[in-house]
T-cell receptor, first 113, second 117 residues
């Protein structure tokens, strides 16, 4: 069935390091893709999205490109900050049941000063 | 931007009682609302999908008689955990889908931490 797979965490980086969190998906067709961020004790916030192949979503220094050839949507940031410490979820939109979101397992990021 | 208000943010209840969690879309109409459950250090598990004015669709393995969902209007959905037990303790999150942005308009509430003692 349709699924989303993320690299396992936790990921620990020093401030100003380069970040990559891998995400791949399985799907028929070209679903909309998303990255969400969750801070401790809170709900999810949309970080960025891409709705078609080759689109690049970007926000707050984060970027992800919709790659249909590799069915991937990897999240990148050139220089992370301590405030980026959170759990990041990759998701794709499903086609059934009102277009529910299908989430990856989440990747915890910890940025040390 | 779109805002979803979820209340309460935290609730502690005694075993055997029922708890209601509200999810409101404040500045848009939500054709569809989703209810998720999240265990510590884990991803979100979809419990059910509700459409305004119709019965909710539950995911496999979710007891519909235990987790009652009502989506009475385009701006309000409620999840009632009936006869709660300690194993129902979890973080519950709702999400609303904007009827005007059917392609990618998902907004999440801030979550409810339920503790059953």
């Amino acid at each position: 069935g349709d699924s989303v797979t993320q690299m396992e965490g936790p990921v620990t980086l020093s401030e100003e390091a380069f970040l990559t969190i891998n995400c791949t998906y399985t799907a028929t067709g070209y679903p909309s893709l998303f990255w969400y961020v969750q801070y401790p004790g809170e709900g999810l916030q949309l970080l960025l999205k891409a709705t078609k192949a080759d689109d690049k979503g970007s926000n707050k220094g984060f970027e992800a490109t919709y790659r249909k050839e590799t069915t991937s949507f990897h999240l990148e940031k050139g220089s992370v900050q301590v405030s980026d410490s959170a759990v990041y979820f990759c998701a794709r939109r499903g086609y059934n049941q009102g277009g529910k979101l299908i989430f990856g397992q989440g990747t915890e990021l910890s940025v040390k000063p | 931007g779109a805002v979803v208000s979820q209340h309460p943010s935290r609730v502690i209840c005694k075993s055997g009682t029922s708890v209601k969690i509200e999810c409101r879309s404040l500045d848009f109409q939500a054709t569809t609302m989703f209810w998720y459950r999240q265990f510590p250090k884990q991803s979100l598990m979809l419990m059910a999908t509700s459409n305004e004015g119709s019965k909710a669709t539950y995911e496999q393995g979710v007891e519909k008689d235990k987790f009652l969902i009502n989506h009475a209007s385009l701006t309000l959905s409620t999840l009632t955990v009936t006869s709660a037990h300690p194993e129902d303790s979890s973080f519950y999150i709702c999400s609303a889908r904007d009827r005007e942005e059917l392609n990618y308009g998902y907004t999440f509430g801030s979550g409810t931490r339920l503790t059953v003692v």
